[in-house]
């Protein structure tokens, strides 16, 4: 079935406990993106990836770093949580950055950093 | 600043009409998308605007006005499954999503 997974769906983690969200989609979409949301606030943009071998900071960056090897996965790591990343996260990807190439989202994954 | 408006939470009742406006000043003007996000889901495409005017797409239309910085999703025919939230999102200069924290909306019977 064509589409992105995330893995885990989520997570309770310790403060300072490395974390690795994966990511993979079977589209062959060129960009792929990592967002956070929380309540009361719209999608945050973390990374981003506007094709395989290129990553690009988002709104939000600090604490977070992400690989892009091939096209189809595009992992997002914690490396060391903190409790203000609490937060549900949600990949994305779409076959092109402009024009009307809308971004198919992911399941999303809720982690809770204790 | 980025900034993207909309209202936090509407109620409608089934089957009349519900207008969701959003408003933003973004750096930058390369589209303005809608989505759908059901409680406890992923956003999902509703529509896509980048010249002014109104697209139509069956029950659901957006208009934009870029002069304005204003858009509008508009939902006919209320179903009870159309409870969800709905995300206004602008693609600015850099060709990124600028994402508003979503209007909620309520249908009742």
């Known amino acids: 079935i064509a589409g992105i997974t995330q893995a885990p769906t989520s997570q309770i983690l310790a403060a300072g406990r490395r974390m690795t969200l994966r990511c993979t989609q079977d589209?062959?979409?060129?960009?792929m993106y990592w967002y956070r949301q929380d309540l009361g606030l719209g999608l945050r943009l973390i990374h981003y990836s506007n094709t395989a071998g290129t990553t690009g900071k988002g709104e939000v960056p600090d604490g977070y770093s992400v690989s892009r090897a091939n096209t189809d996965d595009f992992p997002l790591t914690l490396a060391s949580a903190v409790p203000s990343q609490t937060s549900v996260y949600f990949c994305?990807?779409?076959?092109?950055?402009?024009?009307?190439?809308?971004?198919?989202f992911g399941p999303g994954t809720r982690l809770t950093v204790l | 600043g980025q900034n993207i408006d909309q209202p936090t939470e509407m109620t409608a009742t089934e089957g009349a009409i519900v207008q969701i406006n959003c408003t933003y000043q973004?750096?930058?003007?390369?589209?303005l998308f809608w989505y759908q996000q059901h409680a406890g889901e992923a956003p999902t495409f509703l529509s896509y605007?980048?010249l002014d005017g109104l697209e139509e797409k069956g029950r659901f239309s957006s208009f934009l006005s870029r002069s304005k910085g204003y858009s509008y999703l508009l939902l006919k025919e209320l179903q009870m499954k159309d409870s969800a939230s709905y995300l206004c999102a602008v693609r600015d200069s850099n060709y990124q999503l600028i994402w508003g924290a979503g209007t909620k909306l309520i249908i009742k019977p």
């Open positions: 994305a990807s779409s076959e092109g950055t402009s024009g009307a190439y809308e971004q198919f």
């Open positions: 589209m062959r979409h060129n960009a």
């Open positions: 973004t750096s930058g003007f390369n589209g």
């Open positions: 605007n980048v």
